[in-house]
């Protein structure tokens, strides 16, 4: 069944109308016709199908078969901070942690992030971001939609750090635990955390008083390996490993 992605409150009514713009997917790419049923998801935990009671050039009907369902969120909300990379990287990188599940993305601006943003790129960067989120949400049916927060200097990020724990940092430094042995000692203890932090560094790599400042805020330094992986693959790596574990 195609999948649509409808805002919060739009799902509280049985009917809805879908002007152009929004019904453009449906309509000219998925071909949808009157008749045929999809499925609405508002990103925060509710699912309907709707059935298309009109379609036409300036849009389509559709109608709730029944009432929304609700349901639970995830075991784990996983955060992921990255800093931003070049390019279309952040755009895959967005794109994959969606995929994988998790339930924020903070992209981050360090020292040596090569991307430079001032407040209006910010904006335009934080409203694609979201579409790349809602499309990769779509297609992975996905029924929480995470939260892409503006991009912040990596000397703020402590407050939302705190938000989650445990935190892991991807660190290329000799005293980096290797991630196996982290969560060996993490699975010994029975926990099942509900929310975890994952950190990477830009193309870079992270200055020293940045890893202090994360560690002091209580992330844990970990290592992928000998191997010097890029930053979004340090990004999938870890989120698939946390994945693995809590989701
Ligand atoms: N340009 C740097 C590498 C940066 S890699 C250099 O050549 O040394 C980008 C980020 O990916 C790093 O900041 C780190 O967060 C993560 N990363 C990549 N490989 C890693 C590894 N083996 N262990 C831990 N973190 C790693």
Request: hydrophobic share 45%; glycine share 8%.
């Given at each position: 069944?195609h999948r649509h ?19 453009r997917h449906l309509q000219t790419v998925l071909r949808v016709r009157?008749?045929d049923?999809v ?209």
């Amino acid at each position: 069944m195609h999948r649509h992605y409808i805002e919060p409150s739009r799902l509280q009514s049985p009917t809805l109308t879908l002007v152009k713009d929004e019904a453009r997917h449906l309509q000219t790419v998925l071909r949808v016709r009157e008749g045929d049923v999809v499925e609405l998801f508002d990103g925060h935990g509710l699912t309907a199908a709707a059935r298309v009671a009109a379609a036409d050039r300036h849009g389509l009907q559709l109608e709730l078969t029944a009432a929304p369902t609700r349901h639970a969120p995830p075991t784990c909300a996983l955060t992921l901070f990255a800093c931003v990379s070049k390019g279309k990287r952040m755009d895959w990188t967005v794109e994959k942690a969606v995929e994988l599940g998790v339930q924020r993305v903070v992209p981050v601006i360090s020292d040596r992030t090569i991307v430079r943003l001032d407040e209006a790129d910010a904006e335009g960067k934080t409203g694609r971001w979201t579409r790349v989120a809602i499309e990769a949400a779509r297609q992975s049916h996905a029924i929480w939609l995470p939260e892409i927060v503006a991009p912040m200097p990596l000397a703020q990020t402590g407050p939302l750090l705190h938000s989650c724990a445990p935190v892991f940092v991807a660190a290329l430094v000799p005293e980096a635990q290797p991630m196996r042995q982290v969560l060996a000692g993490i699975r010994a203890h029975g926990a099942l955390p509900a929310t975890a932090g994952w950190f990477v560094g830009p193309e870079g790599d992270f200055m020293p008083e940045e890893l202090r400042l994360l560690r002091a805020h209580g992330a844990i330094a970990v290592s992928l390996g000998r191997q010097v992986l890029r930053a979004e693959t340090a990004a999938i790596w870890g989120l698939c490993v946390l994945g693995a574990e809590w989701l």
